[in-house]
């Protein structure tokens, strides 16, 4: 039976604590195709509807403990930014087991979280709350979070205006002011310019000495090799390596030519 939760470790783990574990964590998508895309698929309707299983992680185990940052790596469809979602409680698995200790901020897509005719103003509030903080909290850090996303002439602006930069700005100041114990990357930062992306790694850096722990997706493999001391290259589903990021950045690219 599947199962997520959030749980105090066990005396034994609390030696090394566990930041996540995941047992033969499996995630399957079941798409229905429906022949209606033109007149003819509409009175073919009777005929039986196409289902699709989709396994986009299969049966994969590993333990993340508190204060490391792991990157997570492999071609587009290999599961990487579903296991994100699983860690996030955006999905449920499928089977296996997830246990996730503490706080989660996750900064999965861009305009995620955010209501599009809402403010950049309210938006930090509307996502502030979704993580778990008070109305109180979010007032105390409000001013940090405008900065942090230099967005001060923006943010009463709706964030339908806002361009996908804009967006990850907003959306990676609010995640870096939750004080969560786990913070969650996928491949967001690829859109910003250059300035914003070395402030991001910058916070990242500050997030790794004060021991939170960090999981993030990314296709820059020299990015990987600096920060995350150790990946996970998932293939298709399937987790092909767990290891030191050098070694298992070479093995990635060696695979595919």
Same mark, same amino acid.
């Given at each position: 039976?599947?199962? +997520?939760?959030?749980?105090?470790?066990?005396?034994?783990?609390?030696?090394?604590?566990?930041?996540?574990?995941?047992?033969?964590?499996?995630?399957? !998508?079941?798409?229905?195709?429906?022949?209606?895309?033109?007149?003819?698929?509409?009175?073919?309707?009777?005929?039986?509807?196409?289902?699709?299983?989709?396994? #986009?992680?299969? #049966?994969?185990? !590993?333990? +993340?403990?508190?204060?490391?940052?792991?990157?997570?790596?492999?071609?587009?469809?290999?599961?990487?930014?579903?296991?994100?979602?699983?860690?996030?409680?955006?999905?449920?698995?499928?089977?296996?087991?997830?246990?996730?200790?503490?706080?989660?901020?996750? %900064? %999965?897509?861009?305009?995620?979280?955010?209501?599009?005719?809402?403010?950049?103003?309210?938006?930090?509030?509307?996502?502030?709350?979704? %993580?778990?903080?008070?109305?109180? $909290?979010?007032?105390?850090?409000?001013?940090?979070?405008?900065?942090?996303?230099?967005?001060?002439?923006?943010?009463? #602006?709706?964030?339908?205006?806002?361009?996908?930069?804009?967006?990850?700005?907003?959306?990676?100041?609010?995640?870096?002011?939750?004080?969560?114990?786990?913070?969650?990357?996928?491949?967001?930062? #690829?859109?910003?310019?250059?300035?914003? $992306? $070395?402030?991001?790694?910058?916070?990242?850096?500050? !997030?790794?000495?004060?021991?939170?722990?960090?999981?993030?997706?990314?296709?820059?493999?020299?990015?990987?090799? $600096?920060?995350?001391?150790?990946?996970?290259?998932?293939?298709?589903?399937?987790?092909?390596?767990?290891?030191?990021?050098?070694?298992?950045?070479?093995?990635? %690219?060696?695979?595919?030519?």
């Amino acid at each position: 039976m599947a199962a +997520v939760s959030e749980q105090t470790p066990s005396v034994k783990e609390a030696r090394t604590p566990l930041a996540i574990r995941a047992e033969k964590l499996t995630k399957e !998508f079941r798409l229905t195709h429906q022949p209606y895309s033109s007149l003819k698929g509409l009175l073919l309707s009777f005929l039986p509807r196409r289902v699709e299983h989709i396994v #986009a992680l299969n #049966a994969i185990s !590993f333990t +993340v403990h508190k204060g490391e940052t792991v990157a997570i790596i492999g071609q587009n469809g290999s599961g990487k930014s579903t296991l994100l979602g699983l860690i996030a409680r955006v999905y449920r698995p499928t089977s296996g087991r997830l246990e996730v200790y503490g706080r989660v901020a996750p %900064l %999965l897509e861009l305009g995620a979280g955010f209501h599009p005719d809402l403010t950049g103003l309210e938006n930090i509030y509307f996502n502030g709350v979704i %993580l778990g903080l008070t109305r109180k $909290q979010i007032s105390e850090r409000l001013e940090a979070i405008i900065r942090f996303a230099e967005l001060e002439n923006y943010i009463d #602006a709706p964030v339908r205006t806002y361009s996908s930069g804009m967006l990850m700005r907003l959306g990676f100041a609010v995640a870096a002011h939750v004080d969560a114990d786990i913070l969650l990357v996928d491949e967001v930062l #690829a859109v910003g310019d250059a300035h914003f $992306q $070395q402030k991001c790694y910058r916070k990242i850096r500050e !997030f790794q000495q004060e021991g939170r722990t960090i999981l993030f997706v990314s296709h820059d493999m020299d990015a990987v090799r $600096q920060i995350a001391p150790r990946a996970l290259w998932l293939d298709k589903g399937i987790l092909r390596a767990d290891g030191d990021s050098d070694t298992v950045v070479t093995q990635y %690219l060696a695979s595919t030519g």
